[in-house]
């Protein structure tokens, strides 16, 4: 497993961009795919989006499709979450997370979390 440590989070205005990075320990960056989470309150942690080990592929949520961007830079062993005119539905806590292409879930105990961090967003 890597340890992931976010940084960069906190609260801004409707419309506003905000960075969440990720840095993870580790040799072998390259072969885990990445994932942002988030947690609203009162709601279950859904996938934001993911990026494969190369950065070649990428996934989004229907809800952030097109706002946010994720990207990896694994020279550094980092992970990126650009998000771009925020609403006050994306008030929530973020998480990186770190897993392995071998079929498991991201549920899996194999997976590896970041610290989490709030995201705020005012009208």
């Known amino acids: 497993q890597v340890q992931l440590v976010q940084s960069g989070g906190g609260l801004v205005q409707a419309g506003d961009s905000l960075r969440l990075s990720c840095a993870a320990s580790g040799r072998t960056f390259s072969t885990y795919i990445m994932g942002w989470f988030r947690q609203a309150p009162g709601k279950e942690r859904a996938m934001t989006g993911r990026i494969s080990g190369s950065g070649a592929s990428t996934y989004y949520a229907d809800s952030v499709k097109g706002r946010f961007t994720i990207s990896r830079d694994n020279a550094k062993n980092t992970v990126s979450l650009e998000m771009n005119s925020l609403k006050p539905e994306d008030t929530a806590v973020y998480y990186c997370?770190?897993?392995?292409?071998?079929?498991?879930?991201?549920?899996?105990?194999?997976?590896?979390w970041g610290q989490g961090t709030q995201v705020t967003v005012s009208s």
């Open positions: 997370a770190a897993k392995k292409a071998d079929g498991t879930n991201w549920n899996d105990p194999s997976t590896s």
